[in-house]
């Protein structure tokens, strides 16, 4: 009876079937064939002004692009930092142009479609860039451009040849493949012309901006002042074009094309209207096969998504269930989606301002004790009268703290952290007297790069204070900083005592865990929790050692962290 009752109910609803597929193949062909005969009058038409809305946009993106290069300029001429060095002060102080080169890389930086910021200051022929230094007096050949740029009446221009005819100051990078807009620096307490500024893009930047055509019969050329800079021109007997000039700028933008022709019932259309048709078609046993299964999709559905969520992927929710108990169940699984979503998010968030506000302390290395200990060790050395170390007690100090509270700022440039460790290293030799030597090692090229301040510091700390237990010779500590392919490599190195090797397995460890609280190894899991935190595993922390030959603490940052 079961299955006489399935046979029937299929012969029942099966002509319904035979209907609805039939209506769906016939709607098919005519949607089809009407399209189709639309499209044959008004596709060249409509192909035309696509290209020209194409076009149009290219245009006023380029212009937008371009313009907020120009306010940029304008905001960088009037800058305080660029001011400073168009004035006429007799001595120039060479913080003002590391200050004003800072400020240029940091801006070219900021803006990702500036490629290089140049400033030339006329009175001191001398050339500052965001990517490759300060270059003092230029020869006259190497002046000449920007003497020429001075005496041009312009307020700004674009040239697309800044690059290439320029002399090769640095690099032999520099060629003809960036646009640059010039602009005069006046001096705002003179009023006089006393510099040039130079934003450069790379072409490639307003490539990006253009269409990509991958048929050849399509071309976009732009072209600066009647010379095609960027695409080429097609030159076949059907192409047309469509040009457009630019309303900021003496540049074209020409749209070369050729003209598609459109035929009915041609092979193309034909295969679009089986495609269609087997479309309808794939529809309609669709939904035979979902009304013969509606009850296993919705399962198979709660099912997928318990395992999502199984997997951590807290954001799943189920959608559908036309009956009630399937709306309950979706209901259900979606609200403790939700709700375990929201858990995590909190518990995330929680953890991230617990370890922003740990490295935060982390980061105040000015212990009380240290402070307690400096200002003993000065009422002793005046009750001793001994003014000569008194006096370099106080200069040492004075300095180190100058360093470590570095204005503020959470980084600091070698040079400055190279006076930093030199000034803690003779604060520490009052204590421990002749027992070590220290040195830094840092070549004057990488003397501003910049790394986390108190970085090094513990690892100096922990060399002089561990190192020199049982120690009865001198034990000499060693700062180093080199390239190594494209990472900054800093080194703290001594002779001294070395680590146990049990106990350096358990500073691995310690290290691995870094997120662990009540760490035995503190500064060490700081210096590896503030590397993670701020370079997002891009960083390496190692440390190496043998028992009575020494230790090396070696970390790792990429250059383009710290340039």
């Not at 245009?59 to 120009?70: C, G, L, P």
């Not at 930092?81 to 002060?89: A, C, G, I």
């Amino acid at each position: 009876m079961g299955m006489k009752g399935t046979l029937t109910r299929k012969q029942k609803i099966r002509p319904v079937y035979v209907w609805f597929l039939g209506t769906l193949l016939v709607a098919a062909f005519i949607l089809n064939l009407v399209c189709m005969i639309y499209y044959s009058y008004n596709a060249r038409k409509m192909d035309e002004d696509d290209r020209t809305r194409i076009l149009s946009q290219t245009v006023s993106f380029v212009d937008r692009y371009m313009k907020e290069v120009e306010e940029g300029a304008s905001m960088l001429a009037v800058s305080s930092d660029v001011q400073k060095l168009m004035t006429y002060r007799i001595g120039k102080n060479y913080w003002d142009y590391v200050s004003c080169m800072n400020m240029l890389t940091e801006y070219a930086m900021t803006v990702p479609k500036i490629y290089r910021i140049d400033l030339y200051e006329r009175d001191k022929r001398t050339l500052l860039t965001s990517s490759e230094g300060v270059f003092y007096d230029l020869s006259e050949e190497e002046s000449a451009y920007y003497q020429a740029c001075l005496e041009r009446e312009e307020s700004w221009f674009w040239d697309p040849d800044y690059a290439g005819k320029e002399p090769k100051l640095v690099s032999q990078t520099r060629n003809g493949r960036y646009m640059s807009l010039i602009k005069p620096v006046y001096s705002m307490y003179t009023g006089k012309k006393m510099g040039v500024l130079c934003l450069s893009i790379a072409l490639s930047e307003l490539e990006n901006l253009m269409p990509q055509t991958e048929d050849g019969a399509e071309a976009l050329c732009l072209t600066y002042e009647g010379r095609p800079i960027l695409g080429e021109v097609l030159e076949t007997g059907k192409v047309r074009r469509i040009s457009m000039a630019s309303a900021y700028s003496s540049m074209e933008f020409d749209y070369y094309f050729v003209p598609r022709s459109v035929r009915i019932f041609n092979l193309q259309y034909i295969a679009i209207i089986l495609l269609v048709l087997a479309f309808f078609a794939a529809i309609f046993f669709s939904i035979v096969h979902i009304s013969e299964r509606k009850m296993f999709e919705p399962v198979d559905m709660l099912l997928d998504g318990f395992q999502k969520v199984e997997q951590g992927k807290f954001g799943v929710r189920l959608e559908g269930g036309q009956q009630e108990l399937f709306q309950e169940l979706f209901h259900g699984f979606n609200h403790m989606a939700s709700t375990l979503e929201r858990m995590i998010n909190e518990l995330s968030d929680e953890r991230t301002r617990r370890n922003e506000f740990k490295f935060q302390l982390l980061q105040m290395q000015i212990k009380p004790h240290f402070l307690y200990n400096l200002f003993n060790n000065m009422i002793w050395m005046m009750e001793q009268k001994d003014y000569e170390r008194l006096g370099v007690l106080i200069q040492s100090t004075a300095g180190y703290y100058k360093t470590a509270l570095n204005y503020g700022n959470s980084d600091i440039m070698l040079m400055d952290n190279e006076r930093q460790l030199e000034y803690f290293a003779e604060i520490q030799k009052i204590r421990f007297g002749d027992r070590f030597t220290f040195s830094v090692c840092i070549p004057e090229e990488m003397k501003l790069y910049a790394i986390p301040n108190l970085l090094l510091q513990p690892l100096v700390e922990n060399a002089i204070v561990h190192g020199l237990t049982g120690m009865e010779e001198v034990c000499h500590i060693q700062v180093t900083a080199e390239e190594e392919g494209s990472s900054l490599v800093l080194s703290v190195e001594d002779d001294g005592c070395g680590i146990r090797p049990e106990e350096l397995e358990n500073i691995h460890q310690e290290l691995a865990n870094y997120e662990k609280d009540g760490s035995r190894y503190f500064a060490l899991v700081n210096i590896r929790a503030r590397l993670q935190n701020r370079y997002k595993g891009k960083a390496d922390f190692t440390i190496v050692s043998r028992l009575r030959q020494g230790t090396r603490a070696v970390i790792k940052i990429p250059l383009e962290e710290v340039r």
